[in-house]
T-cell receptor
Framework: AQRVTQPEKLLSVFKGAPVELKCNYSYSGSPELFWYVQYSRQRLQLLLRHISRESIKGFTADLNKGETSFHLKKPFAQEEDSAMYYCAPYTGNQFYFGTGTSLTVIP | NAGVTQTPKFQVLKTGQSMTLQCAQDMNHEYMSWYRQDPGMGLRLIHYSVGAGITDQGEVPNGYNVSRSTTEDFPLRLLSAAPSQTSVYFC????????????????FGPGTRLTVL
């Protein structure tokens, strides 16, 4: 069965500390991988996509095909990073969103 | 551009009632989709459409109908509401996801919070 797992429902870090949000997936073929973010009182929006190897707001995501993981990382967390983060593989015309990780950055 | 709009923002239904959640986009996007968001479950795809006149089922389609008569509109119909359909519903659109999502960002609506008593 197709599945995406975000093991941490809640994650708290102090401002300036590194942060890593984990995502593991199990899909046949090679899904495209994305991270979406929902800030308080804002709409869900795209954060970054793996294909472009981009860094957005200091976040990067490493695709490890061997471990089928796509963890989101940032070396120095900021208060404005507090939000809900969703890992979202895409395959077969469909996005499969994970259960999400709520990140709180403590001042 | 208004982007993706959803109405209503809130709705309370009684079991067995029917209703339609409205979704519209003014970006000439081909791809539109409906998700439900439940605590601990993330977002789950209900139905999607790759263009006017074409719809398909997602992960959790039971109890819902959709149609896509125009590019702009993608209404979601609850045929006979049940308490299990209490959720927050999101509509999203993208220019085209026919072949790849890589450069086709999904734009989400603000959501509709539905309670079924």
């Amino acid at each position: 069965a197709q599945r995406v797992t975000q093991p941490e429902k809640l994650l708290s870090v102090f401002k300036g500390a590194p942060v890593e949000l984990k995502c593991n997936y199990s899909y046949s073929g090679s899904p495209e991988l994305f991270w979406y973010v929902q800030y308080s009182r804002q709409r869900l929006q795209l954060l970054l996509r793996h294909i472009s190897r981009e860094s957005i707001k200091g976040f990067t995501a490493d695709l490890n095909k061997g471990e089928t993981s796509f963890h989101l990382k940032k070396p120095f967390a900021q208060e404005e990073d507090s939000a809900m983060y969703y890992c979202a593989p895409y395959t077969g015309n469909q996005f499969y969103f994970g259960t999400g990780t709520s990140l709180t950055v403590i001042p | 551009n208004a982007g993706v709009t959803q109405t209503p923002k809130f709705q309370v239904l009684k079991t067995g009632q029917s209703m339609t959640l409205q979704c519209a986009q003014d970006m000439n996007h081909e791809y539109m989709s409906w998700y439900r968001q439940d605590p601990g479950m993330g977002l789950r795809l209900i139905h999607y459409s790759v263009g006017a006149g074409i719809t398909d089922q997602g992960e959790v389609p039971n109890g819902y109908n959709v149609s896509r008569s125009t590019t702009e509109d993608f209404p979601l119909r609850l045929l006979s509401a049940a308490p299990s359909q209490t959720s927050v519903y999101f509509c999203a659109s993208s220019y085209s996801l026919r072949f790849s999502a890589t450069y086709n960002e999904q734009f989400f609506g603000p959501g509709t919070r539905l309670t079924v008593l």
